[in-house]
């Protein structure tokens, strides 16, 4: 871990983020790859794993967000360390709601007739993957603003915790890999655009990642704001997103199960390694 943690150090905060984000993108083709090999995967196995990366968000949202911006405004705002968490968390939920209601977009465990955001005449495929989009822009936000973080010197922020995140955030983008491209083959998408649409949805987090890393290394005092940002906009998807699809079908306690899981493993990489 040692050595891991000394060359993303000698990298660069920016070219760090988008290792590490393209690291996260690369997880999520490794789960459509799936796709070539089975053509479905039953609901009690899927829910579980969706489940699973609502737990490793919600863990990932505290550990490793939440709890370095409430530390960093102890700091920088001196007996007002509640409003830079509170204001970003805000905003994070409010960036994520205003995408919701803009963007067409269809969840995976939802019939085509429950559409969101502004009705289109899109393809279901194309609603799928700008569904998984959304989700994954605060993921890759999150990895750039803690790798921005450490690259400033921030002693609640270290280059550790920001691999840790990293990490975390690509063992759950597996099983969204596999429930974009698994989906898209059941209704009939070849083999090759089943995976071609489910890595395609977390391109957008090396993108997110590095924008994430350049805004807080030139604004410094916006750290902690930014850090709650990306955790508001995580929490919003969890809670809005994943937590309903895995709560339609009759697997709801094997769901929980994943939750707890998710959450518990990504507290034990945070708490261990950052």
Same mark, same amino acid.
């Given at each position: 871990?040692?050595?891991?943690?000394?060359?993303?150090?000698?990298?660069? /905060?920016? %070219?760090?983020?988008?290792?590490?984000?393209? $690291?996260?993108?690369? =997880?999520?083709?490794?789960?459509?790859?799936?796709? $070539?090999? $089975?053509?479905?995967?039953?609901?009690?196995?899927?829910?579980?794993?969706? @489940?699973?990366?609502?737990?490793?968000?919600?863990?990932?949202?505290?550990?490793?967000?939440?709890? *370095?911006?409430?530390?960093?405004?102890?700091?920088? !705002?001196?007996?007002?360390?509640?409003?830079?968490?509170? =204001?970003?968390?805000?905003?994070?939920?409010?960036?994520? %709601?205003?995408?919701?209601?803009?963007?067409?977009?269809?969840?995976?465990?939802?019939?085509?007739?429950?559409?969101?955001?502004?009705?289109?005449?899109?393809?279901?495929?194309?609603?799928?993957?700008?569904?998984?989009?959304?989700?994954?822009? /605060?993921?890759?936000?999150? #990895?750039? =603003?803690? +790798?921005?973080?450490?690259?400033?010197? &921030? *002693?609640?922020?270290?280059?550790?915790?920001?691999?840790?995140?990293?990490? @975390?955030?690509?063992?759950?983008?597996? *099983?969204?890999?596999?429930?974009?491209?698994?989906?898209?083959?059941?209704? @009939?998408?070849?083999?090759?655009?089943?995976?071609? %649409?489910?890595?395609?949805?977390?391109?957008?987090? /090396?993108?997110? @990642? #590095?924008?994430?890393?350049?805004?807080?290394? %030139?604004?410094? /005092?916006?750290? *902690? +704001?930014?850090?709650?940002?990306?955790?508001?906009? &995580?929490? !919003?998807?969890?809670?809005?997103? #994943?937590?309903?699809?895995?709560?339609?079908?009759?697997?709801?306690?094997?769901?929980?199960?994943? $939750?707890? &899981?998710?959450?518990?493993?990504?507290?034990?990489?945070?708490?261990?390694?950052?």
């Amino acid at each position: 871990m040692k050595a891991i943690e000394t060359f993303f150090e000698g990298i660069g /905060p920016v %070219y760090a983020a988008l290792l590490a984000t393209t $690291f996260t993108w690369l =997880v999520t083709a490794a789960g459509a790859s799936l796709v $070539f090999f $089975f053509k479905t995967l039953n609901r009690s196995v899927l829910d579980p794993m969706l @489940g699973f990366t609502g737990g490793v968000m919600v863990a990932a949202s505290f550990w490793s967000l939440l709890a *370095p911006s409430i530390e960093m405004s102890e700091r920088l !705002y001196p007996g007002m360390s509640w409003m830079p968490a509170a =204001v970003g968390f805000f905003l994070g939920a409010a960036f994520l %709601y205003m995408l919701d209601k803009l963007t067409p977009h269809l969840h995976i465990n939802f019939g085509a007739e429950e559409t969101e955001g502004m009705k289109t005449q899109w393809h279901r495929t194309t609603l799928l993957v700008l569904a998984i989009t959304l989700h994954n822009i /605060p993921e890759g936000l999150a #990895v750039g =603003v803690l +790798f921005g973080a450490a690259a400033n010197g &921030m *002693p609640e922020a270290s280059i550790a915790g920001a691999i840790a995140l990293a990490l @975390g955030i690509g063992i759950q983008n597996f *099983p969204e890999g596999i429930a974009v491209a698994m989906p898209l083959r059941r209704h @009939g998408v070849s083999r090759l655009k089943s995976f071609w %649409y489910g890595q395609l949805s977390a391109f957008v987090e /090396p993108f997110a @990642g #590095v924008v994430g890393a350049i805004a807080v290394i %030139y604004m410094q /005092p916006i750290l *902690p +704001f930014a850090l709650a940002f990306a955790a508001g906009a &995580m929490i !919003y998807v969890v809670v809005e997103e #994943v937590i309903p699809e895995t709560q339609r079908d009759k697997y709801t306690d094997r769901s929980v199960i994943g $939750f707890m &899981m998710g959450f518990l493993i990504m507290m034990i990489l945070d708490v261990s390694l950052g």
